[in-house]
């Protein structure tokens, strides 16, 4: 009987955000598929309980995605551990709720911090190990935020807009070596989801009602957001770059 091959085997990845949501269900699928992993996140047990599930081809490394320093970290890990990068996801989000007469300068810039310039670090660390892989490719987690509001986000509906120019300027800029792509999900059942109602009246209600305002009916799984991402990692998404992606169910096509 011919045994079929994992697609991603022999190739190294890093994710951000691995320990939870989307980056955790990433992280899952790149492991079924073979692949190398750095994962990143902030929480050091979930962290290695996470790397006791995948096996022994991954590595978790704590820290903040706003420190460049750790952006470079990360990257050398991926060098040291496995002598390649073939490829990122990056996940690591936060909210920063509140009004813009509300919300304080400190809290804007850390929202702007960890959303938006750790990709700047990330990638500035990354590009050069990047170049290097026949398969290169990143795919940046940005929202339907970046195209529309929600109440009292406006660090993070500013934060995952810029996402979306970063990505296009980065395809641009590392064409033909290194594919760079985003994604745009709606409503996804994770805990994020669960602290961005809280800006509603009624947080349940709120949740409740983003699954059912999708044309399928329903909120994302994370695992619906692993499958797109592990396609534009693919060799068979070879010809696409500088793309946006919503994910959402439908709500972007409702207007
Ligand atoms: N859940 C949704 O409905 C939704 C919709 C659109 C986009 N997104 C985006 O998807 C991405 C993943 O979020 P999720 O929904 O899986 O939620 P999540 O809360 O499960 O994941 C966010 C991850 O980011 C990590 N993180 C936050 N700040 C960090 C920091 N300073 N340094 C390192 N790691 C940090 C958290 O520890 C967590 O693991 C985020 O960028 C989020 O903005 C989520």
Redesign the pocket.
């Known amino acids: 009987m011919k045994t079929q091959s994992l697609k991603f085997e022999s190739k190294t990845y890093l994710i951000?955000?691995?320990?939870?949501?989307?980056?955790?269900a990433v992280a899952k699928a790149f492991a079924n598929e073979g692949a190398n992993l750095i994962l990143?996140?902030?929480?050091e047990i979930a962290g290695n309980e996470l790397v006791d599930e995948l096996g022994d081809h991954a590595i978790f490394l704590s820290?903040?995605?706003?420190d460049p320093a750790y952006n470079q970290k990360l990257v050398d890990l991926a060098v040291t551990k496995y002598g390649q990068l073939d490829g990122i996801s990056?996940?690591?989000?936060?909210?920063g709720l509140g009004s813009i007469t509300d919300l304080s300068p400190m809290e804007w810039h850390r929202t702007l911090d960890?959303?938006l310039t750790?990709i700047f670090y990330l990638l500035k660390a990354a590009l050069p190990v990047l170049q290097k892989s026949s398969q290169a490719s990143i795919t940046i987690?940005?929202?339907?935020?970046g195209f529309k509001s929600f109440p009292n986000h406006p660090a993070?509906c500013a934060s995952?807009a810029g996402l979306i120019a970063l990505a296009k300027q980065a395809a641009v800029d590392y064409a033909p070596k290194v594919r760079v792509n985003c994604i745009?999900?709606?409503?996804?059942?994770?805990?994020?989801?669960h602290?961005?109602a809280k800006a509603f009246p009624d947080p349940a209600k709120a949740v409740e009602n983003?699954g059912n305002n999708t044309l399928i009916q329903r909120?994302?799984k994370?695992k619906d957001?692993a499958n797109l991402v592990l396609f534009l990692a693919s060799k068979e998404a070879s010809w696409i770059t500088g793309s946006v992606y919503t994910i959402d169910g439908g709500i972007m096509a409702k207007g």
Do not use: E
């Open positions: 951000t955000g691995a320990t939870s949501g989307m980056g955790r990143s996140g902030r929480n820290g903040d995605v706003s990056a996940n690591a989000g936060r909210l960890v959303n750790s987690n940005s929202s339907i935020a993070y995952k745009c999900p709606g409503p996804v059942d994770t805990p994020l989801i602290d961005s983003a909120l994302g994370p957001i």
